[in-house]
């Protein structure tokens, strides 16, 4: 105990030093309640240590889900919202979809921004005073095509202030739709975060597929209570950013049931709110360096043979070191620069044609054209149809002739002379 009270005071005199506020007092907790006691990455992962310091004030994070719910008091956050699915209410609070489908956008929200409640009871968020912006999507497009839900919920996102936004969804392709490249770099353009789910082997997911394979976003794995990478609640991929806890989740759902759920679409909200606390820590800092921090100061994890590593990427998140870890300034988004990926792969810029370098050639103008013949009747022969036409056929007529007349005399010779050397007849 007396350790920790003195590093509080160390804070607190680094924080008045700098002319800053004073670090928040603690969050309410009551360590008989259960649900408490199970959220165990709130200490694992450093986030209870940066709460000292930060809980997320002054930042919203954007859940593009299917809706967060409206009664329960967990959600106490969400200041906003909008649906582009034109299946949920115009406030993104209706939840979209049918069964746990529907309640998914809540346990999202529930790990990136959860209230909990005054005394220190009930699901508390990874940044408990960050403010949540609700986007409702139909993941199964009934109404809009999924591909225009994404870039219109990015954009509307933008537009409301998010300085993070959270996907936990994937479309198991590499590939994404050419309207997600416009939206995604309007985001980055105006200095927002997105992270994005890298998917689950147990729903099919054995690669991460797009919105995580877009260069810029932090794609976040998932590993088990242990910090081992999840055989089912994961996948793989050289994307991959980070890696939170994705089983084990607890959820609060649409209409406030507590749930237990396992997925990277729980790994990426924790890594979400992990964001906005550094954001709230460290205003000045832009969405690169947040990224930055996040990746220099996760933890490797035991196993990991590279960094990144196709199943961790550049090792466990760890909030506390995000926050107060001296991190050197980068320039450039260190997962990735999508205008350059679009200038070589969707534009592909040509060099433009080298100017000639010889002048135009010089050529002697034509003879003038002969005077048009003068008009005679086609019946009488010309000179051009005598020189090729009778005289020619005439020549031959002849010689024709005279070859058919000698023929016949020669004949008529050889009869003659047969007839001359036969016997006379007897006489009787």
């Given at each position: 105990?007396?350790?920790?009270?003195?590093?509080?005071?160390?804070?607190?005199?680094?924080?008045?030093?700098?002319?800053?506020?004073?670090?928040?007092?603690?969050?309410?907790?009551?360590?008989?309640?259960?649900?408490?006691?199970?959220?165990?990455?709130?200490?694992?992962?450093?986030?209870?240590?940066?709460?000292?310091?930060?809980?997320?004030?002054?930042?919203?994070?954007a859940v593009i889900d299917t809706g967060v719910g409206r009664t329960p008091p967990e959600f106490a956050g969400v200041v906003g919202g909008t649906d582009v699915s034109e299946r949920g209410a115009p406030d993104g609070r209706t939840p979209v979809g049918?069964?746990?489908?529907?309640?998914?956008?809540?346990?999202?929200?529930?790990?990136?921004?959860?209230?909990?409640?005054?005394?220190?009871?009930?699901?508390?968020?990874?940044?408990?005073?960050?403010?949540?912006?609700?986007?409702?999507?139909?993941?199964?497009?009934?109404?809009?095509?999924?591909?225009?839900?994404?870039?219109?919920?990015?954009?509307?996102?933008?537009?409301?202030?998010?300085?993070?936004?959270?996907?936990?969804?994937?479309?198991?392709?590499?590939?994404?739709?050419?309207?997600?490249?416009?939206?995604?770099?309007?985001?980055?353009?105006?200095?927002?975060?997105?992270?994005?789910?890298?998917?689950?082997?147990?729903?099919?997911?054995?690669?991460?597929?797009a919105p995580a394979t877009i260069p810029g976003v932090l794609t976040v794995g998932g590993v088990d209570p242990d910090g081992v990478a999840s055989v089912e609640a994961s996948t793989q991929g050289i994307t991959i950013g980070v890696s939170a806890p994705?089983?084990?989740?607890?959820?609060?759902?649409?209409?406030?049931?507590?749930?237990?759920?396992?997925?990277?679409?729980?790994?990426?909200?924790?890594?979400?709110?992990?964001?906005?606390?550094?954001?709230?820590?460290?205003?000045?800092?832009?969405?690169?360096?947040?990224?930055?921090?996040?990746?220099?100061?996760?933890?490797?994890?035991?196993?990991?043979?590279?960094?990144?590593?196709?199943?961790?990427?550049?090792?466990?998140?760890?909030?506390?070191?995000?926050?107060?870890?001296?991190?050197?300034?980068?320039?450039?988004?260190?997962?990735?620069?999508?205008?350059?990926?679009?200038?070589?792969?969707?534009?592909?810029?040509?060099?433009?044609?080298?100017?000639?370098?010889?002048?135009?050639?010089?050529?002697?103008?034509?003879?003038?054209?002969?005077?048009?013949?003068?008009?005679?009747?086609?019946?009488?022969?010309?000179?051009?149809?005598?020189?090729?036409?009778?005289?020619?056929?005439?020549?031959?007529?002849?010689?024709?002739?005279?070859?058919?007349?000698?023929?016949?005399?020669?004949?008529?010779?050889?009869?003659?002379?047969?007839?001359?050397?036969?016997?006379?007849?007897?006489?009787?």
């Amino acid at each position: 105990m007396r350790r920790v009270v003195a590093a509080s005071v160390a804070i607190a005199l680094t924080v008045l030093l700098a002319g800053a506020a004073s670090p928040p007092p603690p969050v309410a907790e009551d360590p008989t309640d259960p649900v408490r006691a199970g959220e165990y990455w709130l200490d694992q992962y450093g986030i209870r240590q940066a709460w000292q310091t930060t809980r997320g004030a002054g930042v919203k994070i954007a859940v593009i889900d299917t809706g967060v719910g409206r009664t329960p008091p967990e959600f106490a956050g969400v200041v906003g919202g909008t649906d582009v699915s034109e299946r949920g209410a115009p406030d993104g609070r209706t939840p979209v979809g049918t069964g746990s489908e529907s309640n998914h956008g809540s346990w999202v929200a529930s790990l990136a921004g959860a209230r909990g409640s005054a005394d220190g009871r009930g699901m508390v968020g990874v940044a408990p005073e960050a403010e949540l912006l609700s986007v409702s999507i139909d993941i199964e497009g009934e109404k809009v095509p999924v591909s225009d839900q994404i870039a219109d919920a990015i954009r509307w996102s933008v537009d409301a202030g998010a300085k993070v936004i959270n996907m936990s969804l994937t479309t198991n392709t590499l590939e994404w739709d050419p309207s997600w490249d416009d939206a995604f770099s309007y985001a980055f353009e105006k200095d927002v975060v997105i992270v994005v789910a890298a998917g689950n082997r147990g729903s099919g997911t054995t690669r991460v597929g797009a919105p995580a394979t877009i260069p810029g976003v932090l794609t976040v794995g998932g590993v088990d209570p242990d910090g081992v990478a999840s055989v089912e609640a994961s996948t793989q991929g050289i994307t991959i950013g980070v890696s939170a806890p994705s089983e084990r989740l607890i959820g609060v759902s649409a209409d406030g049931a507590l749930v237990q759920w396992n997925g990277t679409s729980g790994a990426a909200p924790i890594v979400a709110g992990i964001a906005a606390l550094v954001r709230s820590a460290h205003p000045e800092l832009d969405a690169n360096n947040v990224l930055n921090r996040l990746i220099s100061t996760a933890r490797p994890p035991a196993g990991a043979t590279q960094r990144p590593d196709v199943l961790y990427g550049y090792g466990l998140v760890d909030a506390a070191a995000a926050v107060s870890a001296t991190v050197p300034s980068i320039s450039s988004n260190p997962m990735g620069d999508l205008a350059e990926w679009i200038r070589l792969y969707r534009r592909a810029d040509a060099a433009p044609a080298p100017a000639p370098t010889a002048g135009p050639a010089e050529i002697a103008p034509l003879p003038a054209a002969d005077g048009p013949s003068a008009a005679g009747s086609p019946l009488l022969p010309s000179a051009e149809t005598l020189r090729y036409g009778t005289v020619p056929l005439v020549a031959l007529t002849v010689a024709a002739i005279m070859v058919v007349l000698g023929l016949t005399a020669a004949a008529r010779r050889i009869r003659s002379a047969r007839e001359s050397r036969s016997p006379s007849s007897p006489s009787i």
